[in-house]
Nanobody
Framework: QVQLVESGGGLVQAGGSLRLSCLAS????????MGWFRQAPGKEREFVAA????????FCADSVKGRFTISRDNAKNTVYLQMNSLKPEDTAVYYC????????????????WGKGTQVTVSS
């Protein structure tokens, strides 16, 4: 089992920045690829970014490319999502998730999920 707890969400004006953190506990964190997803009211959960266990390869959704950066610190069992140039359409609950696969943008391939943290971007 892997337990995931997100933090760092909040209310920010458009153009601002936030850094989300996801602290993992349980099984060996470094053996899991990690992903961030988000879900806005009335919409499907969507992929945001993912990072391999080593941190050496990352990828993200086109909608956040150039603005969001995913990273991880295996010594701290933590994965981060740095979000810059935020837009009102980034408003959502953000979830981190863990998968034993190399990496994935498919939510169904993630086995463990946090409860989410709310990000609200005002215009």
């Amino acid at each position: 089992q892997v337990q995931l707890v997100e933090s760092g969400g909040g209310l920010v004006q458009a153009g601002g920045s936030l850094r989300l953190s996801c602290l993992a506990s349980g099984r060996t964190f470094s053996s899991y690829a990690m992903g961030w997803f988000r879900q806005a009211p009335g919409k499907e959960r969507e992929f945001v970014a993912a990072i391999r266990w080593s941190g050496g390869f990352t990828f993200c959704a086109d909608s956040v490319k150039g603005r969001f950066t995913i990273s991880r610190d295996n010594a701290k069992n933590t994965v981060y999502l740095q979000m810059n140039s935020l837009k009102p359409e980034d408003t959502a609950v953000y979830y981190c998730a863990a998968t034993p696969r190399i990496s994935s943008r498919l939510s169904k391939e993630y086995d463990y999920w946090g409860k989410g943290t709310q990000v609200t971007v005002s215009s």
